[in-house]
């Protein structure tokens, strides 16, 4: 067994066990086998009287409880003498912070970022979202009315959000009309590109002006590649010229594939190659500060889910019941759930102005949010307010 006494707090974490007995000679061979199988870089074992000390930087969890509970076999141990190993065992799933790397979790040194001398004073030098710093953004908060909470209301979007007043809204999560030529029940898809931004941003700078400071703006937005409009990046300009703060850029990773390869260019030539793509863009934005106040009590986003959606890579299959509900571009409720949890409170207003069949408004209600749905369309709306008829039980699941 490894000795090691240099720095071991700073290079590794430290566990103890506390078994106030001498260890048995099937405990020792474990341990020795243990540190055997497992390099020493990784994890190691100091003994002392009637104390076992685990050492620990990194570690495939999965893999060592696998080989413990191979050993615990092999040496046919009492359940007194295993006791120390899923006591470890324990302690390891209990710490809550740690990184990934190649399958193992990484306890030490895990977070530490590439050091830059005088960085706070630089980050001010350069300024943080600059072109956002003069805003004229108020932070007052004002009520949503009544009439329009919790509600789904069939009409032009933009007619509705001038009625709202100013700073009530929480988080806006929607996704227009992508302007491809889809089948929508009443909205022209596939109009001149200049008449499409025109009216999109009329209601985008209503959602400004009704968000709350602190509030934030999601769009989801697809690019048209055959015709070589760069929507997401049109719409983040568009929102930062109007002083938004642009907080990040989310991949939805849909794992489509059925595009052509010759669709809309060439095949085994330079000349013009059609680049095939498979996922959408969540473009995120704060109105006035980064940081968005809310009750502890209502996070509720775990740990783990935490760690995984910060990635922001998210791989999730597409909505598979567009047929069921008539429409032809729906994003799936998992894409809302992990952004409602993420960027928002119960309790908190989301708004859907581009509400089409509601699934942004039906995980609002499930995850315990308040909402406002707009659609032009009452074929859609109808839809919507049918799939907030939830049955009890399952409407108490999602709100816990």
Same mark, same amino acid.
Request: net charge positive; charged share 30%.
């Given at each position: 067994?490894? /000795? ?9 974490? =430290? ?12 405990? $020792? ?7 055997? +199988? ?10 002392? !009287? ?12 999965? !893999?060592?409880?696998? &080989?413990?509970?191979?050993?615990? +076999?092999?040496?046919?141990?009492? *359940?007194?003498? =295993?006791?120390? &190993?899923?006591?470890?065992? *324990? +302690? ?53 009315? /009544? ?5 789904? @209301?069939?009409? !032009? =979007? ?17 996704? #227009? ?14 109009? /001149? ?9 009329? @209601? ?21 590649? *055959? !015709? ?7 719409? *983040? ?7 938004? @703060? ?81 429409? #032809?571009?729906?994003? #799936?409720?998992? $894409? ?7 960027? =928002? ?29 707009? /659609? ?25």
């Amino acid at each position: 067994m490894q /000795d090691k006494s240099n720095d071991l707090n700073k290079e590794y974490l =430290s566990i103890n066990i506390d078994i106030k007995r001498t260890l048995h000679n099937k405990e $020792l061979e474990i341990i020795a086998a243990l540190e055997k +199988k497992f390099s020493n870089k990784d994890f190691f074992f100091k003994l002392e !009287d009637s104390k076992v000390n685990f050492f620990l930087k990194s570690i495939n969890l999965q !893999d060592f409880k696998e &080989f413990v509970n191979h050993l615990l +076999k092999k040496y046919d141990t009492e *359940s007194k003498h =295993s006791k120390l &190993f899923h006591d470890i065992i *324990s +302690k390891i799933e209990n710490i809550k912070s740690y990184g990934i790397k190649s399958g193992k979790r990484i306890y030490v040194t895990y977070n530490q970022e590439r050091k830059v001398q005088n960085r706070k004073k630089k980050i001010l030098q350069r300024g943080s979202f600059f072109y956002a710093q003069d805003n004229e953004f108020t932070k007052e908060v004002n009520v949503l009315p /009544d009439k329009f909470l919790n509600k789904i @209301i069939c009409a !032009d =979007s933009l007619e509705i959000l001038k009625q709202l007043p100013n700073n009530c809204i929480d988080l806006v999560f929607t996704s #227009p009309p992508y302007n491809f030529g889809l089948g929508y029940d009443t909205t022209e898809d596939g109009i /001149d590109w200049e008449k499409y931004f025109e009216k999109l941003f009329d @209601i985008f700078k209503e959602c400004i002006r009704v968000v709350k400071f602190g509030g934030r703006i999601i769009v989801n937005i697809q690019p048209l590649y *055959s !015709d070589y409009i760069p929507s997401h990046h049109i719409i *983040s300009n568009f929102f930062i010229k109007n002083k938004l @703060i642009w907080k990040a850029e989310i991949l939805w990773e849909k794992h489509n594939y059925n595009c052509k390869y010759t669709a809309w260019g060439s095949w085994k030539s330079p000349s013009n190659p059609y680049m095939k793509y498979t996922w959408e863009y969540l473009e995120v934005f704060c109105k006035g500060e980064m940081k968005k106040e809310g009750k502890k009590e209502n996070i509720d986003i775990t740990g783990d889910e935490f760690k995984k959606w910060v990635v922001a890579q998210w791989s999730i299959a597409p909505e598979r019941n567009m047929k069921k509900y008539g429409h #032809p571009a729906m994003f #799936p409720e998992e $894409l809302v759930r992990r952004t409602l949890k993420l960027f =928002s409170y119960k309790n908190d207003i989301i708004l859907d102005p581009f509400n089409g069949a509601g699934t942004t408004t039906l995980v609002a209600k499930k995850l315990g949010r308040n909402f406002l749905g707009i /659609d032009i369309s009452k074929k859609y709306c109808e839809i919507a307010k049918k799939r907030l008829k939830l049955p009890k039980t399952l409407e108490k699941f999602y709100s816990n």
